[in-house]
């Protein structure tokens, strides 16, 4: 059961991981193009 909490924690960060690479281009588009609001809509635009 360890293993198996261990193996689905690595697996969920790896997806984050990968996920987080992919919008972080977007996220400082946006970020750049109004840095208050922003923010905002480069971490929900996807």
């Known amino acids: 059961m360890l293993a198996l909490a ?3 924690s690595i697996f969920l960060g790896t ?20 840095p208050g609001p922003g923010d905002y809509v480069g971490r929900c635009h996807r």
């Open 6 to 8: 261990l193996v689905t």
């Open 15 to 34: 997806l984050v991981f990968d996920w987080d690479k992919g919008f972080m281009r977007e996220w400082t588009y946006y970020s750049y193009i109004s």
